[in-house]
């Protein structure tokens, strides 16, 4: 009898910890957005010395405690300066798009707080716009215009370390450094309708190191 007892408990044990095991490897899906703007009504950051992340949603997809992960980010804004005047008439738009692609692995250290690190690459690209509008010479007056535009990309990629605190089985907050090397050129092209056939084209190309500093809280929600 007491064998039989024995080798039931047993069994029952062994069900449990498969079961276990077997809802640890349960791939997960974890959506996080940025909240560090909400955050930053209650504390203060330095970021004068780093940036912060420019992704405002990011995706995971986590299996074995390894997985890919998504980012993106971007912003759009248009301004006008009209003075109901002939003169001063202006206007400026700003749009930019933030992505990113990597791979990352996972240790738990405790049962609230987990290690990641892994490897991303990013690609950046922005575009901007002046015009200005005065009334020229002559009779009769013509509206004259002059336009500044500079469009440009960077694209490169780097190491990530991350921390990320379990509040509990669904929600999560985490913070990660990165350290990405990125190569960018830009486009400068001016023209001014003062005068005829006036137009100006730049080219720059810039390689730089670009850091930040985990002060940027992401808000996760696990599925």
Do not use: C
């Amino acid at each position: 009898m007491r064998v039989k007892l024995a080798l039931i408990a047993f069994l029952i044990i062994s069900a449990q910890a498969i079961a276990q095991t077997d809802e640890e490897q349960k791939p997960t899906h974890q959506i996080g957005v940025n909240a560090s703007l909400f955050i930053k009504q209650f504390l203060s950051f330095n970021n004068t010395i780093a940036g912060i992340s420019p992704y405002l949603v990011t995706y995971k997809y986590i299996d074995d405690n390894q997985g890919w992960r998504i980012g993106l980010g971007g912003s759009n804004t248009k301004t006008k300066n009209n003075t109901n005047s002939p003169t001063g008439l202006s206007s400026n738009s700003n749009m930019t798009i933030d992505t990113r692609l990597g791979y990352e692995w996972q240790k738990g250290l405790d049962k609230h707080w987990l290690l990641y690190f892994g490897v991303d690459a990013v690609y950046s690209y922005s575009k901007s716009r002046f015009t200005s509008s005065v009334l020229g010479g002559g009779f009769p007056q013509k509206q004259e215009e002059m336009i500044s535009s500079i469009e440009g990309f960077s694209a490169g990629g780097g190491p990530i370390l991350g921390i990320e605190f379990k509040i509990n089985k669904r929600i999560s907050l985490n913070a990660e450094t990165t350290a990405y090397v990125t190569y960018g050129e830009n486009r400068r092209r001016e023209i001014n309708t003062q005068f005829i056939g006036f137009e100006r084209n730049e080219y720059s190309a810039l390689s730089r190191v670009l850091v930040t500093v985990p002060t940027s809280i992401f808000f996760i929600i696990n599925i």
